[in-house]
């Protein structure tokens, strides 16, 4: 279809349903989202044109179309001119369908204006949602921003029915699928918003992150509506209960479910086993997220075993840091080089790397025998920032790691970080579980979630259930950790029982673990579960989850400390053994064994699929 002829047959809609809208309570404004053409959002009312902004699509909504917005840069802006003038009493109502909650308060619809960030507004109104999917509206009356926020979250990808009355007499009511859901007292007369643009589904300004771990570790972002909106309508009256309720009824939907916004898995390849070796890939999330990377086709890598269901995934949604995938789809990560300088903005690692500006991944070696791949990447705060740069050099902390992945789910993970200071505090390994939307750490985690392991074969577990441990010393030298998920496969890591030093250049006679336990928000997880990572864009170096609704991480055990390989004036070398295994936890000393005291090999001798060698 032409430009003109989208633009013809929108204009004939927006006559027909203003025609058919008469007599009835009438809205003076109303976007039923039917147009074709998707840099418009027709008002069926005064057949105004709006312009749609960012990556906004027409879906199936609860009565013909409605419009999709990405999360991310999507939005609907109304000219300050073409605004409806509510001067008094008003309603709004609206069909949404959430795909993920915001990071901050976000609008469906909004009208106001305000002098600066996260400052109180001076006029307008503001209907919207909160960091916890909760139903809100706000306005300016009497020189203050008065209103009430529903106690009842929204739940995801179903369509449900909100609206918002301003009535001068009795104040602000909310409605959800038709129910009464708060109201309050407003005290003085509302003030309408002045000359400032009308928008739907984008913050006015840029704000903080809520839910932060650590106090001044995050910037103000934009904050976007992800979901589905349809059937939007103003009045310049308050619209009473019943009306609400019948509006409700009259578009039910049949389908609660919105079919445009499916669960968001994290990707991880093909199903089941497949031929073992590693390949070059590109893993898609969701559509709207995909949309803002530039990159190709083949930006991936995952490893695939010929004799079980799991891989080993490098993506760049989680800054291709590596994962261990087993087949009932839990991932495990052991994290990654990461240290504190001076003048950076909390941790410098490349978690921190939302864009994989300084992270990438290679293969190397792709044959029956083993996969080798090479993972590169800076150590940077949230503003790409390195950390530890050279006075004379201008080079940053750098790491390569080496991670040779064998048939049987074994692998050997060789970690070198170059550094000027190679010496001062890093951080070598953390024990991570990343969770696709939907899942809480107790859906992956058993209550016992580490088991550690000596080379006598004695074992200890640990619980995070009242509280993490407070120590986790035994047994004694133990140098194996198993990650007890809700898998057949567990991940495991197995180092060398010898004396290290620890992070302040203290000597131990043994490998050291530590429980992480920081910060656990009881009520909603006995573990730390934290959502600024993986794939959030957000320059945040810590958020607390407030629901299952996007992406997230737990942390178990932090900070190990073990023998080092190499140490130069420039680098210091690690080595680990990791994978995934149904056995036992004890049961993995012959496997320590076999590489922590490895026969020498000699020529002649047949070669194995299996038997790590990173020295």
Same mark, same amino acid.
């Given at each position: 279809?032409?430009?003109?002829?989208?633009?013809?047959?929108?204009?004939?809609?927006?006559?027909?349903?203003?025609?058919?809208?008469?007599?009835?309570?009438?809205?003076?404004?109303?976007?039923?989202?039917? $147009?074709?053409?998707?840099?418009?959002?027709?008002?069926?009312?005064?057949?105004?044109?709006?312009?749609?902004?960012?990556?906004?699509?027409?879906?199936?909504?609860?009565?013909?179309?409605?419009?999709?917005?990405?999360?991310?840069?999507?939005?609907?802006?109304?000219?300050?001119?073409?605004?409806?003038?509510?001067?008094?009493?008003?309603?709004?109502?609206?069909?949404?369908?959430?795909?993920?909650?915001?990071?901050?308060? $976000?609008?469906?619809?909004?009208?106001?204006?305000?002098?600066?960030?996260?400052?109180?507004?001076?006029?307008?109104?503001?209907?919207?949602?909160?960091?916890?999917?909760?139903?809100?509206?706000?306005?300016?009356?009497?020189?203050?921003?008065?209103?009430?926020?529903?106690?009842?979250?929204?739940?995801?990808?179903?369509?449900?029915?909100?609206?918002?009355?301003?009535?001068?007499?009795?104040?602000?009511?909310?409605?959800?699928?038709?129910?009464?859901?708060?109201?309050?007292?407003?005290?003085?007369?509302?003030?309408?918003?002045?000359?400032?643009?009308?928008?739907?589904?984008?913050?006015?300004?840029?704000?903080?992150?809520?839910?932060?771990?650590?106090?001044?570790?995050?910037?103000?972002?934009?904050?976007?509506?992800?979901?589905?909106?349809?059937?939007?309508?103003?009045?310049?009256?308050?619209?009473?209960?019943?009306?609400?309720?019948?509006?409700?009824?009259?578009?039910?939907?049949?389908?609660?479910?919105?079919?445009?916004?499916?669960?968001?898995?994290?990707?991880?390849?093909?199903?089941?086993?497949?031929?073992?070796?590693?390949?070059?890939?590109?893993?898609?999330?969701?559509?709207?997220?995909?949309?803002?990377?530039?990159?190709?086709?083949?930006?991936?890598?995952?490893?695939?075993?010929?004799?079980?269901?799991?891989?080993?995934?490098?993506?760049?949604?989680?800054?291709?840091?590596?994962?261990?995938?087993?087949?009932?789809?839990?991932?495990?990560?052991?994290?990654?080089?990461?240290?504190?300088?001076?003048?950076?903005?909390?941790?410098?690692?490349?978690?921190?790397?939302?864009? $994989?500006?300084?992270?990438?991944?290679?293969?190397?070696?792709?044959?029956?025998?083993?996969?080798?791949?090479?993972?590169?990447?800076?150590?940077?705060?949230?503003?790409?920032?390195?950390?530890?740069?050279?006075?004379?050099?201008?080079?940053?902390?750098?790491?390569?790691?080496?991670?040779?992945?064998?048939?049987?789910?074994?692998?050997?993970?060789?970690?070198?970080?170059?550094?000027?200071?190679?010496?001062?505090?890093?951080?070598?390994?953390?024990?991570?579980?990343?969770?696709?939307?939907?899942?809480?750490?107790?859906?992956?985690?058993?209550?016992?979630?580490?088991?550690?392991?000596?080379?006598?074969?004695?074992?200890?577990?640990?619980?995070?259930?009242?509280?993490?441990?407070?120590?986790?010393?035994?047994?004694?030298?133990?140098?194996?950790?198993?990650?007890?998920?809700?898998?057949?496969?567990?991940?495991?890591?197995?180092?060398?029982?010898?004396?290290?030093?620890?992070?302040?250049?203290?000597?131990?006679?043994?490998?050291?673990?530590?429980?992480?336990?920081?910060?656990?928000?009881?009520?909603?997880?006995?573990?730390?579960?934290?959502?600024?990572?993986?794939?959030?864009?957000?320059?945040?170096?810590?958020?607390?989850?407030?629901?299952?609704?996007?992406?997230?991480?737990?942390?178990?055990?932090?900070?190990?400390?073990?023998?080092?390989?190499?140490?130069?004036?420039?680098?210091?070398?690690?080595?680990?053994?990791?994978?995934?295994?149904?056995?036992?936890?004890?049961?993995?000393?012959?496997?320590?064994?076999?590489?922590?005291?490895?026969?020498?090999?000699?020529?002649?001798?047949?070669?194995?699929?299996?038997?790590?060698?990173?020295?």
């Amino acid at each position: 279809m032409t430009e003109g002829k989208r633009l013809i047959g929108c204009l004939t809609l927006g006559w027909c349903v203003a025609s058919a809208a008469a007599g009835q309570a009438d809205p003076v404004a109303w976007w039923r989202f039917e $147009c074709q053409d998707q840099k418009i959002a027709l008002d069926s009312i005064s057949n105004t044109k709006d312009a749609i902004q960012g990556n906004a699509q027409y879906v199936g909504g609860v009565n013909g179309n409605g419009i999709k917005l990405d999360g991310y840069t999507a939005h609907v802006i109304r000219k300050p001119t073409d605004a409806p003038r509510l001067t008094g009493a008003f309603s709004v109502e609206t069909w949404i369908a959430l795909g993920a909650y915001p990071w901050n308060r $976000c609008p469906i619809v909004d009208h106001h204006t305000a002098p600066g960030q996260d400052e109180t507004p001076t006029q307008g109104f503001f209907f919207g949602l909160d960091d916890h999917g909760r139903l809100g509206l706000y306005l300016s009356a009497g020189g203050t921003w008065q209103g009430i926020t529903s106690r009842t979250q929204l739940p995801l990808r179903t369509w449900v029915h909100v609206g918002g009355v301003y009535d001068t007499r009795s104040g602000v009511a909310l409605y959800i699928n038709g129910e009464p859901a708060g109201s309050v007292k407003v005290d003085g007369q509302f003030e309408p918003a002045g000359t400032t643009p009308l928008l739907i589904g984008k913050n006015r300004y840029k704000a903080n992150p809520t839910r932060q771990v650590h106090p001044g570790r995050y910037y103000p972002v934009g904050n976007y509506f992800d979901g589905v909106i349809d059937e939007l309508k103003l009045f310049d009256r308050a619209l009473t209960g019943q009306q609400i309720t019948s509006s409700f009824a009259k578009h039910r939907p049949q389908d609660r479910a919105a079919k445009a916004l499916p669960l968001r898995e994290l990707p991880s390849g093909p199903p089941g086993p497949g031929p073992f070796g590693g390949y070059y890939t590109r893993l898609k999330y969701y559509e709207g997220w995909d949309a803002l990377w530039r990159i190709g086709p083949k930006a991936d890598v995952i490893v695939r075993f010929d004799e079980a269901p799991y891989k080993y995934v490098f993506w760049h949604g989680a800054s291709y840091i590596p994962s261990w995938v087993t087949g009932n789809g839990i991932w495990y990560k052991n994290e990654f080089n990461e240290t504190w300088a001076k003048g950076h903005l909390g941790a410098a690692e490349p978690m921190g790397d939302k864009q $994989c500006r300084h992270s990438h991944v290679r293969i190397i070696e792709n044959n029956d025998a083993r996969v080798v791949a090479h993972w590169r990447y800076g150590l940077v705060d949230i503003l790409y920032r390195f950390a530890r740069v050279d006075g004379v050099t201008g080079w940053g902390d750098w790491s390569d790691e080496y991670h040779t992945i064998y048939p049987d789910g074994v692998g050997g993970r060789k970690i070198t970080l170059h550094s000027s200071e190679p010496m001062k505090p890093h951080e070598w390994q953390e024990s991570i579980i990343v969770l696709p939307p939907g899942k809480r750490p107790e859906d992956c985690l058993e209550d016992r979630a580490v088991t550690l392991v000596n080379m006598k074969g004695q074992t200890r577990s640990y619980s995070w259930s009242p509280a993490p441990p407070r120590a986790m010393n035994l047994p004694p030298r133990a140098n194996i950790e198993v990650i007890d998920i809700k898998s057949k496969t567990r991940p495991f890591l197995i180092v060398s029982p010898n004396a290290c030093l620890l992070r302040d250049g203290r000597p131990s006679k043994q490998p050291r673990f530590g429980a992480f336990g920081g910060g656990i928000k009881r009520e909603l997880s006995q573990f730390p579960w934290w959502n600024h990572w993986p794939v959030a864009m957000i320059p945040s170096e810590g958020r607390y989850a407030a629901a299952a609704d996007r992406a997230s991480s737990s942390y178990i055990t932090t900070g190990l400390e073990w023998e080092d390989h190499e140490v130069t004036p420039t680098s210091r070398t690690k080595i680990m053994l990791h994978g995934l295994s149904e056995r036992q936890p004890g049961e993995l000393v012959p496997l320590a064994k076999s590489w922590l005291q490895a026969p020498k090999l000699t020529e002649g001798q047949p070669r194995t699929r299996h038997g790590p060698s990173l020295s």
